[in-house]
C-alpha cells in the first residue's frame, strides 16, 4: 500500500467527484527541520534555516488555485475554521468536505469578508457539500484530468491565504477505499442487553449525550432488542454516517443524533496486556472523522490536518488534480 515507506508514516486519499485526496502525516519532521530555526550560534543570535525548497519551488505555481481556496469557518462563536474549500463556480459555489462541517451554520472568508453560506447539495459517496455564497467573478480552479495522476508525480495542497500548506508526491493511485463500519463509542451490558454500561469519553456517544444506564431501542427506523441487533445494525453504517437514536432512560424516551466515528481514534489501541496504550492521534495527530468509503480516490503525503481538508490539491502545472477529502491516519 506505501509507495516509499519513509514517506507514508500515514495515508493521504484523493476522491474523485470533481476530484478530492485524503491527506496524512508523511516526511513531516524532515521539511520541519529545513524550515525551523536552528541552534544558538554563539551569544544571542539565531541563525535561520534556509526555506523549505519543495514549498519554494511550488509557490508561483499554486497561486492561481490559492485564491481560489477559501475557509470554511463556523458561522457562530469563535468562527473557527472547519475546512479549506474550493471555489468551482465564479459565482459563489464552493466545494468542500461534509462531514467536517455538519450541520453547522458556515461562513465562507472571500478576502477580509465572512460570507454566510447555504447548502445547495451533498455527495455522500464523496463526503463532499456543494456551498453558495453571495458573490459574483471569484476565481476558480482550474480542473486537470484525474485519470491521469500518476504514482510518484509532485501534488501540493493550497491554504486560504493563496499559499501552500505542503508539498508531496502520489503514493498509491485510483483506486476504491472500502468504507469502515464506524462506532458510537459505547460499552455494553454484559447480560446480552442494549443497555449503555459506559460512555467513553470524547467519543460521538458522548457528544450526543448518551449516559451509562440508557436503553437504546432503535438505531434509525430499525428497532434494537438486544447487544447483536445494535451491533449489527450499527454496522451497516460508516463513519461519518449520522443516526438517529431512540433511547429509554427511566420513565423518558428521547431521540439524539449521532456522527459516527473511527475505532481506533474512539477507543485507542491496546497494548498486549490489555490496558490502553497510545491512540493514534498521540502518535500521528487527529484523523479526519470520515476517512474511508470513498468510491474512487489517491494517496499521496502531503502533511495536513482534518481542518485543511477540502481544498485543492494542485499538480505541478498548477492544475488540480483533486480536493483534500480526509486524514488517515
Known amino acids: 500500500m506505501l509507495m516509499i515507506m519513509q514517506r507514508e508514516l500515514s495515508r493521504c486519499v484523493a476522491v474523485l467527484l470533481l476530484g478530492a485526496a485524503l491527506a496524512g502525516e508523511a516526511t513531516a519532521q524532515a521539511r520541519r527541520a529545513t524550515s525551523a530555526p536552528s541552534r544558538r550560534a554563539g551569544r544571542g543570535v539565531m541563525l535561520a534555516a ?3 525548497p519543495v514549498k519554494g519551488a511550488f509557490a508561483e505555481v499554486v497561486r492561481p488555485a490559492g485564491r481560489a481556496t477559501v475557509a ?8 473557527d475554521v472547519l475546512a479549506l474549500g474550493t471555489i468551482v463556480g465564479a ?3 464552493i466545494v468542500t468536505k461534509a462531514s467536517e462541517i455538519g450541520d453547522a451554520a458556515v461562513t465562507c472568508r472571500i478576502g477580509q469578508k465572512d460570507l454566510p453560506a447555504k447548502v445547495v447539495a451533498t455527495s455522500r459517496e464523496n463526503d463532499l457539500v456543494l456551498l453558495k455564497i453571495d458573490a459574483e467573478h471569484l476565481p476558480v480552479v482550474e480542473w486537470a484530468d484525474a485519470k491521469k495522476v500518476e504514482v510518484g508525480q509532485w501534488v501540493a495542497s493550497t491554504d486560504a491565504d493563496g499559499g501552500i500548506v505542503d508539498a508531496g508526491v502520489i503514493g498509491v493511485g485510483r483506486r476504491a477505499i472500502p ?7 459505547i460499552s455494553l451490558a454484559a447480560d446480552g442487553s442494549a443497555h449503555v454500561m459506559q460512555v467513553t469519553p470524547g467519543s460521538p456517544a458522548e457528544s450526543a449525550g448518551l449516559r451509562a444506564g440508557d436503553l437504546v431501542e432503535k438505531i434509525n427506523d430499525d428497532a434494537v432488542d438486544s447487544r447483536d441487533t445494535l451491533v449489527d445494525t450499527l454496522q451497516k453504517y460508516g463513519v461519518g454516517d449520522r443516526v438517529a437514536l431512540t433511547v429509554k432512560r427511566g420513565t423518558e424516551r428521547l431521540t439524539v443524533g449521532a456522527m459516527l466515528g473511527e475505532r481506533n481514534a474512539t477507543f485507542g489501541r ?9 491512540s493514534p492521534q498521540q502518535l500521528e495527530g487527529p484523523v479526519s472523522r470520515r476517512a474511508a468509503g470513498f468510491a474512487a480516490a489517491f494517496q499521496h503525503d502531503c502533511v495536513l490536518k482534518p481542518g485543511e481538508c477540502g481544498g485543492p490539491l494542485v499538480d505541478v502545472n498548477g492544475k488540480v488534480v483533486g480536493i483534500n477529502i480526509a486524514r488517515a491516519g
Not at 470554511?72 to 468562527?79: E, N, P
Open 50 to 52: 534556509p526555506a523549505d
Open 72 to 79: 470554511v469557518r463556523s458561522a457562530r462563536g469563535a468562527h
Open 91 to 93: 459565482d459563489g459555489f
Open 179 to 185: 468504507p469502515r463500519s464506524g462506532v458510537l463509542g
Open 270 to 278: 491496546q497494548n498486549r496486556g490489555g490496558r490502553r496504550g497510545i
